[in-house]
């Protein structure tokens, strides 16, 4: 009977034991969840910073800037060449505001609704103006 007894009272201090052992785990979780959550946030906030300083700086590239800007504008080039080659293969055109495979006949962008032959029409009125001048 006493044994028994002593028996159930460990039984249930190692489980009390296992218990404080999850809740801390828990614990630990739910912190560092709250942490990659937060550095989450700030890495999209510092993206967002580094954006519209970007946008608002791109014609007057501030001088200590410069090769970063430089960097960016080669990689969104590249982008560009890139989603062309991409459209190419598709048998299509790459939207040029947001890369979007289109048919090459379409004249909106199926995705975002930008013009898409609207450049190169431009060029071909200007070009026939130019021939016919
Ligand atoms: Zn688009």
């Known amino acids: ?37 937060k550095e989450d ?3 999209k906030q510092y993206e ?5 300083f970007y946008e ?14 430089e960097e960016i ?8 060449e890139l989603r062309e080659q991409i459209a190419g293969l598709k048998g299509g ?8 495979v289109v048919a090459a006949s379409a004249s909106f962008c199926s995705e975002c609704g930008a013009k898409i032959n609207d ?3 431009e060029e071909d009125e200007d070009e026939t103006a130019e021939a016919e001048s």
């Not at 249930?12 to 801390?24: L, P």
């Not at 608002?56 to 800007?69: C, G, R, T």
């Not at 504008?73 to 560009?80: C, D, L, V």
């Open 1 to 37: 009977m006493d044994f028994f007894n002593k028996l159930g009272d460990s039984i249930v201090s190692v489980t009390q034991e296992a218990v404080k052992k999850g809740k801390g785990m828990t614990d630990i979780a739910k912190l560092q969840h709250e942490v990659r959550t």
């Open 41 to 43: 946030f700030c890495k």
């Open 48 to 52: 967002e910073i580094g954006r519209k």
């Open 56 to 69: 608002e700086n791109k014609d007057i590239i501030p001088e200590s800037y410069a090769d970063l800007f």
């Open 73 to 80: 504008e080669a990689a969104n080039r590249r982008i560009a």
């Open 93 to 100: 055109v790459s939207c040029p505001k947001c890369g979007a």
């Open 119 to 121: 450049m190169f029409e």
